[in-house]
């Protein structure tokens, strides 16, 4: 579920969609819109003791003593959660979370994705390369003191400075983040561990059974778990990789309930959002949907394609794309449902409708007039002027970095290339051959999982794909100047002789001989630059490490190529982009202050920036569409009906089959004496979320969150109350695979599990 939004963060607007799903929210009593900040809880504890928990708030969030939030981790930074279930320092999360690690794990001797992994004691745990994980030690407002009596002038020495005290005696990482886009600051402070090892994941066809077809999707039945441990110095503190590392010893870990869950049930959810932009303006809304989605998908469909391709000439080839295809597959299942729920449900509309409301309540006071009148208007006059803007810079971030979409020569050449050229254009033979050094000292790494073929055709497509979609008043020079056949580049010189950097002369065409097109011209231009690019191939790049020469860097085409979009940007487009993004968060601040001046008796949430939140809601079912009603649960029986032999997406595995014929499936039935494997509940939450705890009213784990529903994937833009589910598996059936599939019982005897009652 984890992904990335790119230019949306340019295009942030404030309107609170807040307030529309809160009144929406009489048609579900059971859903409560918002990712709260936990040292603010006490404003929702009421409504929370009402719907159901049964825990003292100080047992949910206190630094002063053990919390369930001690017990709550952050993946690598942001991209996942996960949760303390053990005194050893064990963590579970989702599969898909570990992914990247199980695959750096993984070989075509010894598939770990395929097969899946159960250590069977800690000796036998494997290294996760550059993981981390991360614990909440501090979190604090910094308002006042950030933003001081010149109004945040000198905001960002006041944020140094509180960073700086937060960690001169430990060995804490902290920052200071802001949220109601300048209004309010936080000051958050981490204790961060780098040695993680892998404990156990089950084979791909329990922990990604449905694979990218089920993917926001219910029903769903997928087992999308895994274990990790977490490692520490003889003195429980972080540690570098060390044979000598022992488990951390935390201050909290979360027992786990058999009792499973009924509809109504109270739950929770602690964990690491990534991003939402809740708060966008119609305008904005209509841009996502209108254009800058239906790009993404564009771009990403087309890469997909190619990975598909690449993947299917072996194994080793679909081992090393394993973790970058399901990552891509993601976000391009994401901007579809997106754009789909946006549209079907004409958000746009009901944004418009409540800007009108806005406009009406500040014209109404002439001192609110003053201050709000023009917002609207100024907002609808930006986002009039930026739709060009707007689609230059997706085609100029996805071809120059995205990490999936630009192809590998374009990034090595930009990060890498780019940057040792001053260093060897001064001539400074020491700092060469540091620079060269450092090069040489990574080129297995840069070309890793590298595939020519399938990189040449994304720089080709990327290259040509600028040129078609990029508005003609906004198209870079370079373009033309190949057309022409006049764009500086290096030409093959003979053989013992320098190659020099050419200007080269439009050819007259001969006769009989058909015209190119432009785009022709392009296509065989790209193919002769990947042809001649230092960074399209590790034997040239290491020939030119051997003998670096400033002119060889300067006649490199896809250099010139990167270097000529730069100038273009800086000269064309740059500071527009800039005034725009600048007046944006002026006018959005502004307006989350009216927004709450307008209702000051309701409680704002602030979108998500990847810091610890709490959502609260129920287990509940929905109705997708007319006449159709989803229960709140699956079972092992939808995996049986779903199952196809030898299907990529759909296979089960034998001995998952053999449990199944016997019903072997010791204490996690349900009372209803089926084995449930997924559920429903109406807590908030978005990429980042994945991995983190779903919690019942006593505050024990029944659950861990990989994924939402379909018609919850326009949620992270504007939420929909009766349809917007969290898709959870049933920590039951995480248990039973762990127990029943894996006999893993190291792994089982490390738990506190609550059996309580079978309802």
Same mark, same amino acid.
């Given at each position: 579920?984890?992904?990335?939004?790119?230019?949306?963060?340019?295009?942030?607007?404030?309107?609170?969609?807040?307030?529309?799903?809160?009144?929406?929210?009489?048609?579900?009593?059971?859903?409560?819109?918002?990712?709260?900040?936990?040292?603010?809880?006490?404003?929702?504890?009421?409504?929370?003791?009402?719907?159901?928990?049964?825990?003292?708030?100080?047992?949910?969030?206190?630094?002063?003593?053990?919390?369930?939030?001690?017990? !709550?981790?952050?993946? &690598? +930074? *942001?991209?996942?959660?996960?949760?303390? #279930?053990? %005194?050893?320092?064990?963590?579970? $999360?989702?599969?898909?979370?570990?992914?990247?690690?199980?695959?750096?794990?993984?070989?075509?001797?010894?598939?770990?994705?395929?097969?899946?992994?159960?250590?069977?004691?800690?000796?036998?745990?494997?290294?996760?390369?550059?993981?981390?994980?991360?614990?909440?030690?501090?979190?604090?407002?910094?308002?006042?003191? !950030?933003?001081?009596? &010149? +109004? *945040?002038?000198?905001?960002?020495?006041? #944020?140094? %400075?509180?960073?700086?005290?937060? $960690?001169?005696?430990?060995?804490?990482?902290?920052?200071?983040?802001?949220?109601?886009?300048?209004?309010?600051?936080?000051?958050?402070?981490?204790?961060?561990?780098?040695?993680?090892?892998?404990?156990?994941?089950?084979?791909?066809?329990?922990?990604?059974?449905?694979?990218?077809?089920?993917?926001?999707?219910?029903?769903?039945?997928?087992? &999308?778990?895994?274990?990790?441990?977490?490692?520490?110095?003889?003195?429980?503190?972080?540690?570098?990789?060390?044979?000598?590392?022992?488990?951390?010893?935390?201050?909290?870990?979360?027992?786990?309930?058999?009792?499973?869950?009924?509809?109504?049930?109270?739950?929770?959810?602690?964990?690491?959002?990534?991003?939402?932009?809740?708060?966008?303006?119609?305008?904005?809304?209509?841009?996502?949907?209108?254009?800058?989605?239906?790009?993404?998908? &564009?771009?990403?469909?087309?890469?997909?394609?190619?990975?598909?391709?690449?993947?299917?000439?072996?194994?080793?080839?679909?081992?090393?794309?394993?973790?970058?295809?399901?990552?891509?597959?993601?976000?391009?299942?994401?901007?579809?449902?997106?754009?789909?729920?946006?549209?079907?449900?004409?958000?746009?509309?009901?944004?418009?409708?409540?800007?009108?409301?806005?406009?009406?309540?500040?014209?109404?006071?002439?001192?609110?007039?003053?201050?709000?009148?023009?917002?609207?208007?100024?907002?609808?006059?930006?986002?009039?002027?930026?739709?060009?803007?707007?689609?230059?810079?997706?085609?100029?971030?996805?071809?120059?970095?995205?990490?999936?979409?630009?192809?590998?020569?374009?990034?090595?050449?930009?990060?890498?290339?780019?940057?040792?050229?001053?260093?060897?254009?001064?001539?400074?033979?020491?700092?060469?051959?540091?620079?060269?050094?450092?090069?040489?000292?990574?080129?297995?790494?840069?070309?890793?999982?590298?595939?020519?073929?399938?990189?040449?055709?994304?720089?080709?497509?990327?290259?040509?794909?600028?040129?078609?979609?990029?508005?003609?008043?906004?198209?870079?020079?370079?373009?033309?100047?190949?057309?022409?056949?006049?764009?500086?580049?290096?030409?093959?010189?003979?053989?013992?002789?320098?190659?020099?950097?050419?200007?080269?002369?439009?050819?007259?065409?001969?006769?009989?001989?058909?015209?190119?097109?432009?785009?022709?011209?392009?296509?065989?231009?790209?193919?002769?630059?990947?042809?001649?690019?230092?960074?399209?191939?590790?034997?040239?790049?290491?020939?030119?490490?051997?003998?670096?020469?400033?002119?060889?860097?300067?006649?490199?085409?896809?250099?010139?190529?990167?270097?000529?979009?730069?100038?273009?940007?800086?000269?064309?487009?740059?500071?527009?982009?800039?005034?725009?993004?600048?007046?944006?968060?002026?006018?959005?601040?502004?307006?989350?202050?009216?927004?709450?001046?307008?209702?000051?008796?309701?409680?704002?949430?602030?979108?998500?920036?990847?810091?610890?939140?709490?959502?609260?809601?129920?287990?509940?079912?929905?109705?997708?569409?007319?006449?159709?009603?989803?229960?709140?649960?699956?079972?092992?029986?939808?995996?049986?009906?779903?199952?196809?032999?030898?299907?990529?997406?759909?296979?089960?595995?034998?001995?998952?089959?053999?449990?199944?014929?016997?019903?072997?499936?010791?204490?996690?039935?349900?009372?209803?004496?089926?084995?449930?494997?997924?559920?429903?509940?109406?807590?908030?939450?978005?990429?980042?979320?994945?991995?983190?705890?779903?919690?019942?009213?006593?505050?024990?784990?029944?659950?861990?969150?990989?994924?939402?529903?379909?018609?919850?994937?326009?949620?992270?833009?504007?939420?929909?109350?009766?349809?917007?589910?969290?898709?959870?598996?049933?920590?039951?059936?995480?248990?039973?695979?762990?127990?029943?599939?894996?006999?893993?019982?190291?792994?089982?005897?490390?738990?506190?599990?609550?059996?309580?009652?079978?309802?």
């Amino acid at each position: 579920m984890q992904f990335k939004k790119w230019s949306l963060l340019l295009l942030g607007l404030v309107f609170t969609s807040a307030l529309l799903a809160q009144e929406k929210a009489s048609y579900n009593p059971g859903y409560y819109e918002g990712m709260w900040l936990p040292i603010k809880l006490d404003k929702n504890y009421s409504e929370m003791q009402s719907e159901g928990i049964n825990l003292p708030l100080d047992l949910v969030y206190d630094e002063s003593k053990p919390s369930l939030e001690d017990a !709550v981790v952050v993946l &690598d +930074g *942001g991209s996942c959660t996960a949760e303390v #279930i053990s %005194e050893k320092g064990l963590l579970l $999360t989702n599969h898909h979370c570990a992914y990247d690690g199980i695959a750096a794990l993984s070989t075509a001797e010894s598939d770990l994705l395929t097969d899946g992994f159960w250590a069977r004691s800690l000796s036998e745990e494997r290294v996760i390369p550059d993981m981390t994980v991360s614990f909440l030690i501090h979190m604090e407002e910094v308002t006042e003191i !950030v933003i001081g009596e &010149d +109004g *945040g002038a000198d905001a960002e020495a006041r #944020i140094e %400075e509180l960073v700086a005290k937060a $960690t001169e005696e430990n060995n804490y990482e902290a920052e200071v983040r802001e949220v109601f886009h300048g209004s309010e600051y936080y000051l958050y402070v981490y204790e961060t561990f780098r040695d993680v090892r892998l404990v156990g994941a089950p084979p791909s066809d329990i922990g990604k059974f449905g694979y990218d077809k089920d993917n926001w999707e219910w029903p769903r039945h997928t087992g &999308d778990f895994s274990l990790l441990r977490v490692y520490a110095n003889a003195d429980n503190e972080p540690a570098d990789y060390s044979e000598s590392n022992v488990p951390y010893k935390p201050k909290a870990f979360m027992p786990i309930s058999l009792e499973g869950v009924d509809e109504g049930d109270f739950t929770m959810v602690m964990g690491y959002p990534g991003s939402t932009e809740r708060y966008l303006t119609s305008y904005a809304v209509s841009l996502a949907i209108d254009q800058t989605y239906q790009d993404y998908i &564009d771009l990403m469909g087309n890469v997909a394609k190619l990975m598909e391709a690449e993947m299917a000439k072996s194994d080793s080839n679909r081992i090393a794309l394993a973790s970058d295809y399901a990552s891509l597959m993601n976000s391009y299942k994401y901007y579809i449902g997106a754009s789909t729920m946006l549209k079907r449900n004409d958000i746009p509309a009901e944004r418009r409708a409540s800007e009108d409301a806005f406009q009406a309540w500040a014209e109404a006071d002439p001192e609110r007039k003053e201050k709000y009148g023009s917002i609207v208007n100024d907002i609808e006059g930006l986002f009039g002027m930026y739709q060009d803007i707007d689609r230059y810079m997706t085609y100029l971030q996805y071809t120059l970095g995205h990490p999936f979409v630009a192809s590998r020569s374009m990034i090595l050449t930009l990060s890498q290339l780019r940057r040792l050229q001053p260093v060897i254009a001064q001539g400074d033979e020491t700092a060469i051959q540091e620079g060269v050094g450092l090069m040489e000292d990574q080129v297995d790494e840069f070309y890793k999982n590298y595939f020519p073929q399938m990189d040449r055709q994304l720089f080709i497509d990327n290259f040509t794909g600028f040129y078609r979609k990029v508005p003609e008043n906004l198209r870079p020079e370079v373009y033309q100047q190949i057309i022409d056949g006049t764009f500086m580049m290096e030409e093959e010189a003979e053989e013992g002789k320098k190659k020099k950097k050419k200007k080269k002369k439009k050819k007259k065409k001969k006769k009989g001989e058909v015209e190119m097109t432009p785009e022709q011209k392009l296509e065989q231009w790209a193919n002769n630059a990947y042809d001649n690019a230092i960074m399209s191939s590790p034997d040239r790049l290491r020939a030119f490490l051997a003998n670096p020469k400033a002119e060889t860097i300067e006649n490199d085409p896809i250099l010139n190529y990167i270097q000529g979009l730069i100038a273009h940007y800086r000269t064309n487009v740059g500071q527009k982009d800039a005034t725009f993004g600048f007046q944006i968060e002026l006018l959005r601040k502004d307006y989350i202050e009216g927004q709450r001046e307008m209702y000051p008796d309701r409680a704002f949430y602030p979108d998500a920036n990847s810091t610890m939140r709490l959502t609260y809601g129920k287990v509940m079912p929905y109705r997708p569409k007319d006449g159709v009603v989803y229960d709140y649960f699956t079972t092992m029986e939808g995996i049986m009906e779903k199952y196809v032999p030898g299907d990529p997406d759909y296979d089960v595995p034998e001995k998952l089959r053999k449990l199944y014929e016997t019903e072997d499936y010791g204490k996690y039935l349900d009372k209803d004496g089926s084995l449930h494997v997924c559920f429903l509940t109406t807590n908030d939450i978005t990429g980042g979320n994945s991995g983190s705890p779903v919690i019942n009213a006593k505050g024990e784990l029944i659950g861990c969150a990989f994924d939402g529903n379909w018609e919850s994937m326009c949620g992270d833009i504007h939420v929909i109350p009766e349809l917007n589910r969290t898709i959870v598996v049933d920590i039951r059936y995480v248990l039973f695979v762990i127990d029943k599939y894996a006999n893993a019982q190291n792994i089982i005897s490390e738990l506190r599990i609550a059996e309580g009652e079978s309802r």
